[in-house]
């Protein structure tokens, strides 16, 4: 028997539902493009434009509210303090603006969750597959929580960051150090993944359970990404802020997966 409350997953996604979601898309691109204050680049909207069709697409709206409440909250935030960080030279590049390196460096492990469900839907929709996708749309919920708390805390943390250290030594560093951390930046990324969480019960992508399986996967991740940009990313010059964000967002997803299945074998149910 299929849950009712996870229906929307198992439904073969149908041309109509493409057709709104190319449809919307480009509504929503057009306004994009001519107000005055741009959040994307071209090439980053032509690329956010293609995402928002996958999503939908594979999703619904359902999925496409999650990566837009990401997509909303993560642009705001990156201008708190925005003069302050670029006279500091800690500012992200473009004021803020994303290319499509920061699309995809933000989503691309919650779009091969969404193509997992998809081509599960399409190619073996049957009860027998009712777990993978729980636990993809679990994966897909926990990689924007990941995603945006990395966000908070980097943004919050530079802007208002009193004590910062970084996280392999411990040692006082500047803001905007690679591997830097701050208790307020840690407080702010903790209230973000919280905050998408709940978007995702909200929309029928996970379970109560789900919500604190995410907070704890995206807290497990955005240290782990702290710890590769002090170490790793210092190191190795191709090792990239995109790179390591989809790196994150895949820690964040495989810790939420990883997590379900073993507290599911212990006999709790959160999927």
């Known amino acids: 028997m299929v849950d009712a409350n996870f229906a929307f997953l198992y439904a073969t996604p149908s041309l109509n539902g493409w057709m709104i979601a190319v449809v919307l ?3 929503l691109a057009a306004i994009a493009w001519i107000v005055p204050k741009k959040l994307l680049t071209t ?3 032509i690329h956010a434009w293609a995402l928002g069709i996958l999503i939908w697409g594979c999703l619904g709206w359902q999925g496409y509210t999650v990566v837009m409440f990401y997509f909303l909250m993560g642009s705001a935030v990156t201008k ?3 003069a302050q960080k670029e006279a500091e030279g800690i500012a992200e590049k473009r004021s803020g603006a994303r290319g499509p390196e920061n699309v995809w460096g933000s989503a691309f492990t919650a779009a091969l969750c969404a193509l997992g469900i998809w081509v599960c839907s399409v190619f073996f929709a049957s009860p027998s597959t009712d777990l993978i996708m729980r636990l993809l749309a679990l994966g897909y919920v926990a990689s924007f929580s990941t995603k945006l708390a990395d966000t908070c805390a980097s943004e919050i943390g530079k802007a208002y960051g009193k004590r910062t250290f970084l996280i392999t030594t411990l040692q006082p560093v500047s803001r905007g150090t690679e591997g830097a951390v701050s208790l307020e930046g840690t407080v702010a990324g903790i209230v973000a993944s919280v905050a998408i969480a709940l978007v995702g019960w909200a929309v029928g992508l996970i ?3 789900g919500i604190v399986i995410c907070i704890i996967a ?3 991740a955005t240290n782990i990404e702290s710890v590769i940009g002090a170490t790793l990313q210092t190191q ?3 090792l990239s802020n995109e790179l390591v964000n989809v790196a994150n967002t895949l820690i964040g997803a495989i810790a ?3 997590i379900a299945i073993a507290v599911q074998n212990l006999g709790f149910l959160v999927l």
Do not use: D, K, M
């Open 25 to 27: 898309n480009t509504v």
């Open 43 to 45: 090439s980053g909207l």
């Open 80 to 82: 708190v303090g925005i």
């Open 207 to 209: 379970t109560p359970g």
């Open 218 to 220: 995206a807290f497990i």
């Open 236 to 238: 190795i010059e191709w």
């Open 256 to 258: 939420a997966i990883a």
